[in-house]
Structure formats: structure tokens, C-alpha cells
């Protein structure tokens, strides 16, 4: 399957300042990239994705960015709220492109 | 957006009894759905591709004869840990995606929490 990896594993920031969480993944054929987050027992929830036909994507405070020529894809939020803390994972698409690859996640703490 | 049900929400079983969660996609039909298990603080693990009205697909490592799949209907896949044990103790959580719909975005169902004692 696809070799998913993510950086940081915990990344604490002070209110208000920028997090950025990197994946890097394996097939270059893979063309969909979602980033989620999940919080306590609770199912991932998308936040943004993107598509490879395009560098980057931005929604209010979060933005994507993609370098398909390193294989690599980050997660930027800006302006950081103590409710942003949570466990961000990102994903890539296996060979079939079916199914998903899970980065091993990242903690993100919002120090108010 | 697409909804995606799982049952029940939370199990606990004695070591060696079986085990069935179901998921459901609630408004779409879903030809494929997902099965992922995730050890606390760790990440999601995927174990299997289920296939509407075939075998399901196995991650490498995962077996099959312990953890059976059965996905009958376009709606509905269900998960079976047969013969199961204390470190079968997990999150499952099982996702679908809108094939039909076009749809890249995979829908999660909220998980299922088994305890073996």
C-alpha cells in the first residue's frame, strides 16, 4: 500500500500564531489528498483536501499545498484557536486509488 | 452530506465470543466501504476493502479468518471478530465512499469501541 509519512507528531503553538503539518507519500500516482481531524473518540472529520491538478487550496484559515514533483503535501493554519487542538491526520489514495493511506498523525495543542 | 451509520457504539465481550458491527451508509450507495481499526493515540489502520456482493480485500497482516467481512447489500457491511481477545481491543471504524456520486470525499461512521475482557 501506500507509504504514508507525517511530521510533526505533536506540534504546540501559542494562540494566534500558524501550525504547518507535513506528509510525504510514496505512489506518485496518487492524486487525491484529504487532511482530517479528529478529536477524542470521536470519527475524522474532513477539513480540506485537494486535487493534484492544482498546487494549492485555501478555506478561511486553512490551506493545503502540494508538491507533487517531491511527493509531499502540507497543512497550514493560521491564526491558531485553543478549539484548532486536536489530532490531525493526513491521507493519500492507494495503487487502486480506492482505497486510503493514513499518515501516523500529528497532536496539535493550541496554548491559549 | 452523506451519512454513514455504525453499530453499536460500543461493545464488550468476554475473550474467545465473536463479535458483529454493521455499518451503513444512510443516503448513498456505497459499492465499496472501508474497515480501519485505531489503537489509542495511534493512527487509523486499514484492514480491509469490502466489496459489495464480493470478497473482501485484505491489508497485508490482517487475517482474514479472524476478522470476516460481509458486505450483501449496497448499503450495509458488516464486520465480524470472531474468536476475540483481550489485544483485539480497538476502535474500528469503518468509512464509504460515493462512488456512484463521483465523489472523492470518504464518509466515516462514528466507530465502534470493543472491549475484550
Known amino acids: 500500500g501506500e507509504n504514508v509519512e507525517q511530521h510533526p507528531s505533536t506540534l504546540s503553538v501559542q494562540e494566534g500564531d500558524s501550525a504547518v503539518i507535513k506528509c510525504t507519500y510514496s505512489d506518485s500516482a496518487s492524486n487525491y489528498f484529504p487532511w482530517y481531524k479528529q478529536e477524542l473518540g470521536k470519527r475524522p472529520q474532513l477539513i480540506i483536501d485537494?486535487?493534484?491538478?492544482?498546487g494549492e487550496k485555501k478555506d478561511q484559515r486553512i490551506a493545503v499545498t502540494l508538491n507533487k514533483t517531491a511527493k509531499h503535501f502540507s497543512l497550514h493554519i493560521t491564526e491558531t484557536q485553543p478549539e484548532d487542538s486536536a489530532v490531525y491526520f493526513c491521507a493519500a489514495p492507494g495503487n487502486t486509488g480506492n482505497q486510503f493511506y493514513f499518515g501516523t498523525g500529528t497532536s496539535l495543542t493550541v496554548i491559549p | 452530506g452523506a451519512v454513514v451509520s455504525q453499530h453499536p457504539s460500543w461493545v464488550i465481550c468476554k475473550s474467545g465470543t465473536s463479535v458483529k458491527i454493521e455499518c451503513r451508509s444512510l443516503d448513498f450507495q456505497a459499492t465499496t466501504m472501508f474497515w480501519y481499526r485505531q489503537f489509542p493515540k495511534q493512527s487509523l489502520m486499514l484492514m480491509a476493502t469490502s466489496n459489495e456482493g464480493s470478497k473482501a480485500t485484505y491489508e497485508q497482516g490482517v487475517e482474514k479468518d479472524k476478522f470476516l467481512i460481509n458486505h450483501a447489500s449496497l448499503t450495509l457491511s458488516t464486520l465480524t471478530v470472531t474468536s476475540a481477545h483481550p489485544e483485539d481491543s480497538s476502535f474500528y471504524i469503518c468509512?464509504?465512499?460515493?462512488?456512484?456520486?463521483?465523489?472523492?470525499?470518504?464518509?466515516f461512521g462514528p466507530g465502534t469501541r470493543l472491549t475484550v475482557t
Open positions: 485537494i486535487r493534484s491538478n492544482v
Open positions: 468509512s464509504a465512499r460515493d462512488f456512484l456520486g463521483g465523489i472523492d470525499e470518504q464518509y
